[in-house]
């Protein structure tokens, strides 16, 4: 469960810290610029948060041999 005031998701629908509108940030991992410390502000309340941590997911898919 994140800390109050703050919120997690896929890169493609991080909801909003301050409405939860969805927000794609796909295009801030294109130019390079998705890191710890990166503002962002939502397309819907204008209202701007911070990125404070950024996990890595590895999904494994394996068949029967």
Known sequence: MPAPGTTNGPIHA????????????????????????QGVVCDNCNGTSRIVGIKDIKVIVLRQM
């Open 14 to 37: 991080v909801p909003c810290a301050h409405c939860g509108t969805p927000q794609d940030l796909r295009i801030l991992d294109e130019q390079k610029l998705l890191d710890n410390g």
